[in-house]
C-alpha cells in the first residue's frame, strides 16, 4: 500500500499538509473526525498513540506532526525549490518558520475556534479576559509575521494563518496582498477546497449540525480549554 495521510480539515496543520500534497503528492487521504473524537479512538491510537492529526504512515513507517511530515514529503519526492529549497541558509529559513509558527501562529489562532464554536459545543465559555489576551496576542504575533519573516519580500517561508471569525489582515496591505499572491500561486480553487470546512464551521454550529464529541474528546477537549492562556 502507498502513503496515507489521516487528517481532519478542521485542523490548520492537516489543511497545510493536505494543500502541499494536492500538488503532485501520490497518497490516499483517510479522514478522521476530530470533533466526533475519533482520533482517540482504539483503531487510530494503534496508528498514532499521541491521537494527533495529521499523521502519515508510509508502509511500516508512522510520522507525526505536520512540519516533519512536509519535509519528509519534500524529500522524499524531490519537490521543487519554491516548496522546499536545496540551498542552506534558505532551508533553514524554512526551519526557522516552521518552529515559529508552532509557537506563536498554531496554538494562538486556533483559538477563536475553541471561544466561539467547541466550548460552547460541550458547554463551555471561555472567560473574557482570556478572549482579550488571545487577541493581542494575535496582533502581535501579526505584527512579527510582517516585520521579521514577509518584510518586503513576495513570499515567506511558511504556511498561511488563519483565525476564525477575525479579518486578520484589515490594515495590514503588505500581509493582504502576500495572502492574495499565496491564493493565486496555490489556485483559489484549492485555497476554497482546503479551508471551506472551517469556513463553514460557525454556521454549523449556529445550526447545531456539529456531531457531539465522544466523551474520551470531551475530556481532551476540557483540557485544551483549561490551557488557553
Not at 490516499?28 to 502519515?56: A, C, M, W, Y
Not at 471561544?115 to 496582533?139: F, H, S, Y
Not at 457531539?212 to 480549554?225: D, G, H, K, N
Amino acid at each position: 500500500m502507498g502513503l496515507e495521510l489521516f487528517l481532519d480539515l478542521v485542523s490548520q496543520p492537516s489543511r497545510a499538509v493536505y494543500i502541499f500534497a494536492k500538488n503532485g503528492i501520490p497518497l490516499e487521504l483517510r479522514t478522521v473526525d476530530l470533533i466526533k473524537g475519533q482520533h482517540k479512538s482504539k483503531e487510530f491510537l494503534q496508528i498514532n498513540s499521541l491521537g494527533k492529526l495529521p499523521t502519515l504512515k508510509d508502509g511500516d513507517f508512522i510520522l507525526t506532526e505536520s512540519s516533519a511530515i512536509l519535509i519528509y514529503l519534500s524529500c522524499k519526492y524531490q519537490t521543487p525549490d519554491h516548496w522546499y529549497p536545496s540551498d542552506l541558509q534558505a532551508r533553514a529559513r524554512v526551519h526557522e518558520y516552521l518552529g515559529w509558527h508552532a509557537d506563536c501562529i498554531r496554538g494562538t489562532f486556533g483559538i477563536p475556534l475553541w471561544v466561539q464554536v467547541l466550548g460552547p459545543l460541550i458547554g463551555v465559555q471561555v472567560p473574557k479576559e482570556k478572549v482579550e489576551r488571545n487577541r493581542t496576542a494575535i496582533d502581535q504575533a501579526l505584527q512579527w509575521l510582517e516585520d521579521k519573516f514577509l518584510g518586503d519580500r513576495p513570499f515567506l517561508a511558511g504556511q498561511q494563518p488563519v483565525a476564525l471569525g477575525y479579518e486578520l489582515f484589515e490594515g495590514r496591505p503588505r500581509l493582504a496582498a502576500w495572502r492574495g499572491r499565496v491564493e493565486a500561486f496555490l489556485g483559489a480553487e484549492l485555497c476554497q477546497e482546503a479551508h471551506s470546512i472551517i469556513l463553514s464551521i460557525l454556521e454549523q454550529a449556529a445550526k447545531k449540525t456539529l456531531p457531539t464529541p465522544s466523551p474520551e474528546a470531551y475530556q481532551a477537549m476540557l483540557l485544551r480549554i483549561a490551557r488557553i492562556p
